[in-house]
């Protein structure tokens, strides 16, 4: 990790910082802080954890698809994916490894709140757990969402619609048990109360402050990872990432390496780090315009070999 200067910082990554507190240190990710081990030859799919993925709605089957295929890329053992009935045949035809779980669909095309005890069993035997890419937000969300946030005992990522209604109800935050990840686009984060007024960076302090039990990843262009006094900010990644689904790529990616053991805040670098560099790599090839989220999980591998 580099340590970067506030100078440096806002010649590199122009935001409103405003006055920051004197404790916070700001560092820069490299690779050699995030280096992925050997695998030991003498292994199986469970040496690498379950990873659960509780995404998708009428409407809003590409997402789930996304996580759960970055998930596979990115190495956890098995991925399990639980979407809706009513989007169950399209996202089962598209997940190249995934086990796909059908669980009651609700009148809107979401999941109904009636799946909660199938969902928790699940939970239970889960390494780690993503939940809210494409999920819809109605109050079935909202009762899945309690749910998991105050069941889980495994790490847990709130992301896309899950995020939304959390914003409704700040204190489920507090409730959660398990290790919390969330990883909110700027919308998303004024959604959950963040006042980006004073620049991201100190609203990503100011909102960790509040929350200390959580790591922010607060993304954009120099995605910020933000874990009590100290801030990461993420070098890869380009405007050719700008296309809706890119977020449901970096829950894959980020669950799969939860899934496989990995320390929270090394997971939540590690991912931002790949999942950037992973579309820097696609536009090299494809040019920034035309890189969709389906190429950031082609060129996963590439971005995963070079921290090897």
Request: glycine content about 10%.
């Amino acid at each position: 990790m580099k340590t970067l200067s506030m100078e440096d910082y806002r010649a590199r990554y122009p935001d409103r910082t405003g006055e920051l507190p004197e404790d916070l240190r700001l560092l820069e990710i490299q690779p050699d802080g995030i280096r992925l081990p050997k695998r030991n030859p003498v292994s199986h799919k469970y040496s690498y954890g379950r990873a659960l993925i509780i995404a998708g709605s009428t409407g809003y089957s590409g997402a789930p698809v996304l996580a759960a295929n970055a998930c596979e890329r990115g190495g956890a053992g098995l991925t399990q994916l639980v979407v809706p009935e009513s989007v169950y045949a399209i996202a089962a035809s598209r997940c190249d490894g995934a086990v796909v779980t059908p669980v009651p669909a609700s009148e809107a095309g979401g999941i109904r709140s009636e799946a909660l005890r199938q969902i928790l069993s699940l939970l239970g035997k889960a390494a780690a757990c993503a939940i809210g890419p494409g999920l819809g937000i109605n109050q079935d969300t909202r009762e899945l969402t309690e749910c998991v946030i105050r069941e889980a005992t495994c790490p847990l990522i709130l992301d896309a619609d899950a995020l939304t209604v959390c914003g409704r109800h700040r204190e489920w935050l507090s409730a959660c048990r398990a290790p919390l990840i969330l990883t909110p686009h700027e919308g998303e984060f004024r959604r959950l109360g963040g006042d980006l007024t004073k620049g991201r960076l100190a609203a990503a302090r100011t909102f960790t402050a509040e929350f200390p039990q959580t790591i922010l990843v607060l993304k954009g262009y120099g995605t910020l990872v933000c874990a009590g006094e100290e801030i990461s900010v993420n070098p890869t990644g380009s405007p050719a990432m700008a296309k809706g689904g890119s977020g449901d790529v970096l829950t894959g990616l980020l669950c799969a390496l939860l899934a496989q053991g990995f320390d929270l805040l090394f997971s939540a670098r590690c991912a931002v780090y790949l999942h950037g560099l992973a579309g820097d790599l696609a536009r090299a090839e494809l040019g920034e315009y035309s890189v969709t989220p389906s190429d950031l999980i082609r060129f996963l591998p590439s971005a995963i070999q070079r921290l090897c």
